[in-house]
């Protein structure tokens, strides 16, 4: 409340169609056909996302830790991921050559279908906690940066490094901004490999049985999720601030049988 010119009025709504967002991306596709029983399409894109402020949600409002200074806000998007790449590979081989039609109806005949996702990891902003030290009346401000954030080998137990930042006070009558820009820390990557694996199998001409078996994160990667990124009150009693606690969805795998006839 101490920052508004005329204290006498209430926080005020003002909507405008003032911010803007960009994306920019180099796009890259192959496909091959090696031979009738192996195919292969990839795709890669390097791109840049940004934005004004925070736009990237579900209200009528963007996020912004000073309404009066929207300039300090502009950086990267919420869902800016630099590199993507995808690859799908279908794969429909005849392990058996013999002359027994049991075994050869059996062993051949399947299609082996892997995908393999590889994302770059999403930004993240480093918050001053639930204080409103630059009393605006919001407590989303930013922390303090004091050094250098980066580590060389960033660890789920410490992915970034937490001495760079401090808590800013609440002092009565005196706003205090955070220097922490706007997402300009990244989280881990993803990388997942899902397979399908699927057979038809023939009763004369009308009857067909169709067995699939489905695997999502068949290696069972850890993808781990986005750090604790709020700044504690007291630099010695960091709790879980740069730590990550948690991860995506481990490997599931269903199975699946249809009869046509």
């Known amino acids: 409340l101490a920052r508004r010119p005329n204290p006498l009025f209430g926080a005020v709504l003002e909507l405008d169609s003032d911010q803007d967002a960009s994306y920019h991306a180099l796009q890259i596709t192959g496909a091959m056909q090696f031979s009738e029983i192996l195919s292969l399409n990839a795709f890669y894109t390097l791109s840049e996302t940004r934005s004004s402020v925070q736009l990237?949600?579900?209200?009528?409002?963007?996020?912004?830790?000073?309404?009066?200074?929207?300039?300090?806000?502009?950086?990267p998007a919420d869902t800016d991921q630099r590199h993507v790449f995808n690859m799908s590979l279908n794969f429909r081989p005849d392990f058996y050559k013999g002359e027994n039609r049991v075994a050869r109806a059996i062993l051949n005949g399947?299609?082996?279908?892997?995908?393999v996702k590889i994302r770059s990891g999403r930004p993240f902003t480093v918050t001053n906690g639930a204080v409103d030290a630059n009393l605006d009346?919001?407590?989303?401000?930013?922390?303090?940066?004091i050094g250098d954030?980066?580590?060389?080998?960033?660890?789920?137990?410490?992915?970034?490094?937490?001495?760079?930042?401090?808590?800013?006070?609440?002092?009565?009558g005196v706003a205090t901004e955070g220097?922490?820009?706007?997402?300009?820390?990244?989280?881990?990557?993803?990388?997942?490999?899902?397979?399908?694996?699927?057979?038809?199998?023939?009763?004369?001409?009308r009857y067909k049985l169709r067995i699939r078996m489905e695997g999502t994160n068949i290696l069972n990667h850890?993808?781990?999720d986005q750090p604790?990124?709020?700044?504690?009150?007291?630099?010695?009693?960091?709790?879980n601030f740069g730590r990550i606690t948690s991860a995506g969805s481990m490997r599931?795998?269903?199975?699946?049988?249809?009869?046509?006839f």
């Not at 409002?61 to 000073?66: D, K």
């Not at 399947?110 to 995908?115: A, F, M, Q």
């Open 110 to 115: 399947w299609s082996i279908s892997p995908i």
């Open 252 to 260: 599931k795998i269903q199975f699946g049988a249809r009869f046509t």
């Open 149 to 172: 954030p980066h580590l060389d080998n960033p660890t789920a137990g410490m992915w970034f490094n937490i001495a760079a930042f401090v808590r800013n006070p609440v002092v009565t």
């Open 222 to 224: 850890a993808n781990l």
């Open 228 to 239: 604790n990124s709020t700044a504690p009150a007291n630099p010695a009693s960091p709790g």
């Open 137 to 145: 009346g919001v407590t989303n401000d930013r922390a303090q940066v």
């Open 179 to 205: 220097n922490s820009p706007r997402n300009f820390l990244y989280g881990p990557g993803f990388q997942a490999v899902d397979l399908g694996l699927s057979r038809d199998f023939r009763f004369g001409e």
């Open 56 to 75: 990237h949600n579900n209200t009528t409002q963007g996020l912004a830790t000073n309404y009066s200074k929207l300039f300090l806000d502009e950086g």
